[in-house]
């Protein structure tokens, strides 16, 4: 059975860190682009980051210079470091497998096993 675990949200101040993990079970990741996405209360889901099977990295310009995403293979893990977090970084966070091995530059392209996501609250 496919499985996405995410892990790592909570509470944090602004200017604070969090590391996000999703971990997969029933397959392997080795071979699929990782996106993150997230959805604020009342707006659309937005593309946060990807990382192809290769390495390459895509980020959203609203996390650029914060973020950073990473993966571990034999982990069959991705962790989405996040540093200097925002009040507006407040979301549901989700991870998400492509059927492809790039990132699209469409965020949500080939997108096809997705976690439940976790919380992430940016609060003073």
């Known amino acids: 059975q496919l499985q996405f675990v995410e892990s790592g949200g909570g509470l944090v101040q602004p200017g604070g860190s969090l590391r996000l993990s999703c971990a997969a079970s029933?397959?392997?990741?080795?071979?699929?682009?990782i996106g993150w996405f997230r959805q604020a209360p009342g707006k659309e889901r937005e593309g946060v980051s990807c990382?192809?099977?290769?390495?390459?990295?895509k980020y959203a310009d609203s996390v650029k210079g914060r973020f950073t995403i990473s993966r571990d293979n034999a982990k069959n893990t991705v962790y989405l470091q996040m540093n200097k977090l925002k009040f507006e970084d407040t979301a549901v966070y989700s991870c998400?497998?492509?059927?492809?091995?790039?990132?699209?530059?469409?965020?949500?392209?080939?997108?096809?096993?997705w976690g439940k996501g976790t919380l992430v609250t940016v609060s003073s």
């Open positions: 029933g397959f392997s990741l080795d071979y699929y682009a």
């Open positions: 990382i192809s099977s290769g390495g390459s990295t």
């Open positions: 998400a497998a492509a059927t492809i091995s790039y990132c699209s530059a469409r965020p949500d392209y080939g997108m096809t096993y």
